[in-house]
């Protein structure tokens, strides 16, 4: 199926839902596998139907510098535990997004530029938008029950691992250095967590992303 038209399809099917909250949606994979780009699509399409869509960007929901590295800066198991503040998402975000909550919720906790703690961004949700938040790892402890759907984006280890590279090799200084960090703790933490978790048999919905331009609907 082509992009535009499974992007079609799963906005659709999500619309659909309609719960009496908003509708939280999770897109989870391994580092690379495109969940960044697929959830702001996924919003765009969502709210080009006249259903409120929010994009939560999960740089605004990692732990501090000091909690991010305490296992080591090449550390996977440190990556997997400690790189994002799900407590925060949890408390500030999809509690109050589900069942009974005020629908007021915090876009970010903080600035992952500049380190700094952010207390005071707050928005409210209308009660029949749809919020997507993209990140790896969200499924199972805090968050556990807290999502209405999960998408899993699965990809080929190998394919998911060059696109982060290519990607990150400016920030962590250049292509080997990219590789080796990939290596040593980026693809090493996806290890754990699809071992431990299994998040591709706890999403409630599996798309092959492999080819972004030809996703394949794998199970809903």
Request: hydrophobic share 45%.
């Amino acid at each position: 199926m082509r992009r535009p038209e499974l992007i079609a399809e799963l906005a659709g099917a999500l619309i659909a839902r309609r719960p009496d909250h908003p509708l939280r949606v999770g897109i989870d994979g391994v580092c690379g596998a495109g969940k960044t780009i697929f959830a702001s699509e996924l919003a765009v399409e969502i709210a080009s139907r006249g259903t409120p869509a929010t994009r939560i960007d999960s740089d605004g929901f990692h732990h501090v510098r000091e909690r991010r590295y305490r296992q080591g800066r090449d550390s996977a198991r440190g990556y997997y535990e400690d790189a994002y503040d799900f407590g925060a998402l949890a408390d500030l975000v999809l509690l109050p997004l589900g069942p009974g909550g005020d629908l007021v919720y915090a876009t970010a906790v903080h600035d992952l530029a500049t380190d700094a703690v952010i207390s005071d961004a707050f928005a409210r949700a209308p009660a029949d938008a749809v919020m997507v938040f993209d990140a790896t790892f969200i499924q199972g402890g805090v968050l556990e029950g807290l999502w209405d759907e999960v998408v899993f984006l699965d990809v080929d280890e190998t394919v998911a691992a060059a696109r982060g590279v290519a990607r990150d090799a400016a920030a962590l200084g250049g292509e080997d250095a990219a590789r080796r960090a990939y290596n040593a703790r980026y693809m090493a933490a996806c290890r754990l967590y699809l071992e431990e978790r299994k998040p591709r048999e706890g999403a409630s919905i599996v798309i092959d992303n492999t080819d972004p331009a030809e996703p394949v609907w794998v199970s809903r």
